[in-house]
Nanobody
Framework: VQLQASGGGLVQAGDSLRLSCRAS????????IGWYRQTPGKLRELVAD???????NYGDFVKGRFTISRDNAENTVYLQMNEVKPEDTAVYYC??????????????WGQGTLVTVSS
């Protein structure tokens, strides 16, 4: 599985931004796909993910500001970020968890896209 993320950039506090992540390869094996973020000196944390069954998890800090969605036909997952805050500044990574037909588990990461929120 290959993940191509896009959509990061410089925005102002209160603005909206949408990140996209397109998956390619053995996408039928993807169980869940979503976004993590990381800032220097901190662990990578879950922003949001969505399973093939449509179950969604959000990080506690999202608090209704972000929405994850999935276009299965395009193998693309989106993260709509509204009311962004300076503390949302981070590198955002697309992640896919894969379960093969042999019940083997793999995790894949995209290259990361930088989101910078100015105050």
């Amino acid at each position: 599985v290959q993940l191509q993320a896009s959509g990061g950039g410089l925005v102002q506090a209160g603005d909206s931004l949408r990140l996209s992540c397109r998956a390619s390869g053995t996408t039928d094996d993807i169980y869940s796909i979503g976004w993590y973020r990381q800032t220097p000196g901190k662990l990578r944390e879950l922003v949001a993910d969505i399973t093939r069954d449509g179950n969604i998890n959000y990080g506690d800090f999202v608090k209704g500001r972000f929405t994850i969605s999935r276009d299965n036909a395009e193998n693309t997952v989106y993260l709509q970020m509204n009311e962004v805050k300076p503390e949302d500044t981070a590198v955002y990574y697309c992640n896919a968890d894969v379960v093969t037909s042999d019940d083997e588990y793999y995790g894949y990461w995209g290259q990361g896209t930088l989101v910078t929120v100015s105050s």
